[in-house]
């Protein structure tokens, strides 16, 4: 089961929501061709609304902790493990995202950010290692979810989750939902690795073009 989410500083929710809608429209930018395939499209909107962007991290780690031994139980340990790294991707992605809002706020940007001051706060939180991390993850989760969804019983799981999920939580957008959007985007798709190949690599390019960009300017200061 995962650990109860620690207390948290307060964040510009208004900005958080800004910057995450930001995030999508630059993913649906830098990975056109990929929303364009017959293949990843549907797998890409699932990325950008549901694993990179996370509006609602923490209604959904209270909705899993609800129905977690329905879970365990139904999916065993193994599978189960592969669940809570996907919460601990949210988790991170939540954090990050708070910390660029923080960053932002110090810098003086209140609402309508630009590339130039959303990459500068990027490269300003000072979190390169944590950004690989967050990559790997993706990788790890991607995975490990499109394996999970290759067998035909996890349809029937989350079926009957769906039904023991409203008796606990009245969210609209429970863990279940997300799972089942996962569900739909990733069991047509064959092969995984090419998507996430992609992913990280055209990620890692831009957070390296990124912190080379402006460590020099800081070194020609």
């Known amino acids: 089961m995962p650990k109860k989410a620690s207390a948290k500083p307060k964040v510009n929710l208004a900005l958080k929501r800004e910057l995450q809608d930001f995030q999508v429209r630059q993913l649906k930018r830098n990975f056109s061709d990929l929303y364009a395939s017959k293949d990843y499209g549907q797998l890409c909107e699932f990325f950008a609304q549901d694993i990179y962007a996370p509006r609602d991290f923490e209604e959904r780690n209270r909705s899993f902790e609800q129905i977690s031994g329905y879970f365990r139980n139904a999916l065993g340990e193994r599978f189960f493990h592969g669940l809570i790294r996907l919460l601990d991707l949210y988790e991170m992605s939540d954090a990050m995202d708070n910390l660029m809002v923080v960053t932002l706020e110090k810098m003086g940007v209140r609402k309508d950010i630009s590339q130039e001051q959303y990459d500068e706060a990027y490269y300003r939180c000072d979190n390169y290692d944590e950004r690989v991390e967050q990559l790997d993850l993706i990788v790890e989760c991607f995975h490990f979810t499109h394996s999970l969804c290759q067998y035909r019983f996890i349809g029937m799981i989350l079926k ?8 606990f ?19 047509p798709v064959k092969s995984i690795k090419p998507f996430t190949d992609t992913i990280y690599e055209r990620e890692l390019k831009r957070l390296n073009r990124i912190y080379d960009f402006y460590s020099q300017r800081v070194a020609s200061s």
Do not use: F
């Open 160 to 167: 009957t989750a769906r039904m023991t999920s409203h008796l």
């Open 169 to 187: 939580s009245s969210s609209k957008d429970s863990i279940v939902d997300m799972l089942e959007r996962g569900y739909q985007a990733l069991r």
